[in-house]
């Protein structure tokens, strides 16, 4: 029975690090992908983005979203956007 218990303990920590590390990831690439649209010239503000649905999703939540492209006057905004994806 210890045995069992301990090889419980030992995945949900294994899984918890994953979820983190992959929320981590997640995040970042957001944070990137906003910085390589500025750096185009871009028009990007958002507040800070949030990952959450530990452990069995990731939900992403965006709020305030404005992006802008002077150069085409193509524009977007957007108060708040979830996207969720399972976390296996």
Aim: hydrophobic share 50%; net charge positive; no cysteine.
């Amino acid at each position: 029975m210890r045995i069992m218990i301990r090889l419980l303990i030992l995945l949900a920590v294994i899984w918890s690090g994953w979820w983190w590390l992959a929320a981590t990831f997640i995040d970042r690439g957001a944070d990137g992908w906003l910085a390589a649209r500025r750096g185009e010239g871009w028009q990007a503000q958002v507040q800070p983005i949030a990952t959450k649905g530990f452990p069995s999703k990731f939900q992403i939540q965006i709020k305030d979203l404005s992006l802008a492209d002077p150069e085409t006057g193509v524009a977007l905004r957007l108060d708040s956007a979830t996207v969720s994806a399972p976390a296996y």
